[in-house]
Structure formats: C-alpha cells, structure tokens
C-alpha cells in the first residue's frame, strides 16, 4: 500500500504507524474521568468501508496525517495533515 504524503510525497505504507480513528483528533474537554472520556478510549466502530484514520508518519517528516482509505480494498482515497483538518483548511 503507497500512502502520498502531504508533505514528502508518496511513499511505502511502512513509514507510517496507523494511529487509530479520526475521533481521536476530538478529545473531551472535562479533565478527570468522566462517561465522555471512557466513550473516547473505549468506544470504537470497526466499519466495513471508508473510514478516515490518524496515520503518524514517523519514517519521514514526522507529520500526524488523517487518511481516507477503503477498508475493504485498502485503496487510499484522501491524505491531508491533521493539523489542517483541525484548524478547518483542509
């Protein structure tokens, strides 16, 4: 699987870690245990399909990027930096 980094280009999908759902992008805000916070560690889809994870490129520019990609096929769809889609301008 060739994943294109925003910034490096596209590269083998080994020079990334897969990092989990996008969700994680949206921490809860309350500090302390709370329902909020285990629904954000404990509670995940699994879905058959697109999906939009956090890919941490560590083999290169060390960038967290969020990756549209088929489950099923594994084909990527989207890459974009997640410091982009957090502040809108992705």
């Known amino acids: ?9 596209d590269r083998d999908s080994r ?24 629904n ?3 509670l995940r889809d699994n879905p058959a399909g697109i999906t939009r994870e956090m890919w941490y490129h560590g083999a290169g ?6 990756v549209e990609r088929d489950t099923v096929t594994h084909d990527i769809l989207r890459v974009e930096l997640a410091a982009d889609v957090k502040r809108g301008t992705a």
């Not at 020079?15 to 285990?38: C, I, L, Q």
């Open 1 to 9: 699987m060739r994943i294109k980094c925003p910034l490096c280009g």
């Open 15 to 38: 020079e990334f870690t897969p990092m989990g759902h996008e969700t994680y992008m949206n921490r809860p805000d309350d500090e302390g245990w709370s329902p909020a916070w285990d």
């Open 40 to 42: 954000y560690l404990h």
């Open 61 to 66: 520019c060390t960038s967290w990027l969020r």
